[in-house]
């Protein structure tokens, strides 16, 4: 078998796998997605598991069983899923407000829900706020790294670094001596 018949015969098991399950299509393959789609992937995983367990003792699946691997992988790879997926959304069920934050609920509010504006919110958002037992904490000196990022945009990442590190103008009257010169005139 050819690496493009095996890849064809793949998509098409797939593709049996997304039809007989009733997957929703805008839900398979993986891919950047916000986290309330990423919710609906775990969600359309967990209902297909349960389908595919009921359709295979009432005899009723007529393809080869696919495994739970097979399963994530019609949305989300293995590697992806355990790491993020299976790791934070369990947890989400201890939070309602969150629940109806990630499926979009009218009236769930990102300041209610997170504590916190963002324009985007991450798997690593959601882990601090799982941490936090569901609030999102910005200290002090995050605050004010992320107000002195937006006040100081410089081009490339040499800027942000210099603001990260506490590196700023204040320094500029220090002369910089090169380790090597200096390790030269040492051993002089």
Known sequence: MTVESSAAASDSFKSQIVRLLNIPVH????????LP?????????????????AMVANGLWTIRRPTRTDLIEVFVSKSFFHS??????????DYPEMVAW??????????????????????????????????MELDDED???????????????????????????????????????ESSKKAK
Do not use: I
């Open 27 to 34: 839900l398979v393959g993986s891919g950047d997605v916000s």
């Open 143 to 181: 605050e004010e790294l992320e107000r002195h990022k937006v006040l100081k945009r410089g081009k490339g990442k040499g800027k942000e670094k210099d603001l990260e590190k506490g590196k700023g103008k204040e320094e500029k009257g220090k002369k910089r001596v090169h380790k090597k010169k």
């Open 84 to 93: 993020h997926y299976r790791r934070h959304f369990p947890k989400v069920a």
């Open 37 to 53: 789609v990423a919710y609906q992937k775990y969600m359309a995983y967990l209902v297909a598991c349960g389908t595919l367990d």
């Open 102 to 135: 990630l499926e979009g609920e009218p009236g769930s509010v990102d300041v209610d829900v997170w504590g916190a504006k963002k324009a985007n919110y991450s798997f690593v958002d959601l882990g601090e706020w799982l941490e936090n037992g569901g609030k």
